[in-house]
């Protein structure tokens, strides 16, 4: 089971090699309610991705290691607050993330999204097809389906 949250933040920017970027920050929770244990990978790409109408948008997309729990759905952007070296560091670098997850087991993690020129609400969730997963991103009236990875249950 995957639950997806709403975007928090956005109202700081960042910059990257003079570009400014504003954000939000979304997290997901993977429970495995199977009986064996699940393998979950994800990666993203490393170049940053065109989804919209104008050439000068684009976003860049990471799945941290950071630990994500309950009690910090409150705090501001989740309480992720390492975003500049997040950009700073792995901007140029494709985002992986892999996980064992025990049966019963809840997942948490953050899935920061930096956009350049673009305008709009975000929203954004994963979506498994078979054993393939799926981030579908929307940002105003721009959508897109970025193959980030998979869910493979063990023996």
């Not at 920050?25 to 064996?36: D, E, G, L, P």
């Not at 993203?44 to 997309?61: G, M, V, Y």
């Not at 494709?94 to 929203?123: C, M, N, Q, W």
């Amino acid at each position: 089971m995957i639950t997806n949250s709403l975007p928090k933040g956005g109202g700081d920017y960042k910059y990257y090699n003079g570009k400014k970027y504003s954000y939000v920050i979304f997290w997901t929770r993977v429970k495995n309610q199977s009986a064996t244990q699940m393998e979950m990978a994800i990666k993203f790409p490393c170049d940053s991705l065109t989804i919209f109408k104008s050439a000068e948008s684009h976003i860049k997309i990471f799945a941290t290691k950071d630990t994500m729990t309950l009690e910090k759905i409150q705090l501001r952007d989740y309480g992720l607050t390492n975003l500049q070296s997040i950009l700073d560091a792995e901007i140029n670098q494709s985002s992986i993330l892999k996980k064992t997850i025990d049966p019963k087991e809840d997942y948490f993690f953050y899935v920061p999204v930096f956009i350049h020129e673009a305008r709009g609400t975000a929203r954004a969730d994963f979506v498994i097809t078979g054993h393939d997963l799926f981030y579908k991103i929307s940002i105003g009236s721009d959508t897109t389906l970025i193959p980030c990875g998979h869910l493979v249950f063990k023996k």
